[in-house]
């Protein structure tokens, strides 16, 4: 078994049952220590019992390499494993019917995971790829991404390819809507992206009057694929209100210019509530059901969003992430 392998598994099982973070970032960084071990160093420490020397690797760590590397499977890891993910629903029909997952976040902005450990996690639920899609510029405070730096991510993103392939990780970001309804990137770029998800992140308390037309002239813009968590509320911990906007006007453009209006499946967010939810359905929105995942362990939360669609109306057919990799490039680009 590959220790390095087993360590993130084990992370990975952790982080969806929302073990503490301490402990995700132990393996994590067991995994990291390990994966840069000179070749031999590994095999030699394991015989001199010198593991727990390495900085990053604990007894409890150090017995799930030495089990990994002699071909026992970790009762750490089998232990996770039959306990399952607790809290997580059965997305049912629908969640069998995703193919992938258009708002994820790595560490090139604020998700706390290299792209190929997101890639390689959905790759483990079942997904045939992963929209890549991290915070644009303006939103600092996420590590958001300039030009600069998004251009160097798309060659990042070939090089996963090359490595995971079938498997892909498609382009895109998740761009800012400005209070004027512009996006906050370079017009051009977007156009080289496969999946852009357009978000308001800023000024969430704008009176209707202000926030209607910002959603409606991001909508409207082309190379605008999804609207992402449209109302912005926060249902945990201390919360946040919703966004105030007219609902019907925003999902009507969403219809005429065959933007997806996104299903968020944060148990923070389950973001549009349901009455909006079942709106949006009436005038005949697609939807795009995503984790807005910032962790590879969060990339089961779709479940939460599957269970609401279908409590709302929404079926596969109304689904874009039920599309293959290439329909869903090729449905982006038609605008």
Known sequence: MDPVKVLRQIALHLERAGEPSYRVRAFRKAAAVVDELPEGELA????GGTLTALPGIGKTTAKVIVDAVEGREPAYLTDL????APGIPDGGA??????????????WSDGGSPIAEMAE?????GHEYLVLTDHSPRLTVANGLSAERLRRQLDAVREVNAELAPFRVLTGIEVD???????????EL???????????????RQPAAEMTPRMLKAIENPRVNVLGHCTGRLVTGRGRPESQFDAEAVFTACREHDVAVE?????????????????????????????DA??????SWLPFGCVRATECGVTEDDVINTMTADDLVAWAARR
């Open 190 to 204: 977007l156009e080289e992206l496969d999946v852009v998800v357009a978000s308001v992140h800023s000024l969430l």
């Open 121 to 125: 996690a959905a790759r483990a639920l």
């Open 294 to 299: 910032h962790a590879p362990g969060q990339l």
């Open 81 to 84: 494993e039959s306990r399952g």
């Open 44 to 47: 030699e420490r394991i015989r």
């Open 177 to 187: 809507i400005h209070a004027d309804g512009t996006l906050d990137q370079d017009p």
């Open 263 to 291: 299903i968020n499946s944060r148990p923070e967010r389950l973001d549009p509530p349901r009455r909006l939810l079942r709106l949006a359905k009436e005038i005949g929105c697609r939807f795009s059901i995503d984790s």
């Open 94 to 107: 629908l969640h069998a019917a995703l193919r992938g997952d258009c708002h994820t976040h790595s560490d």
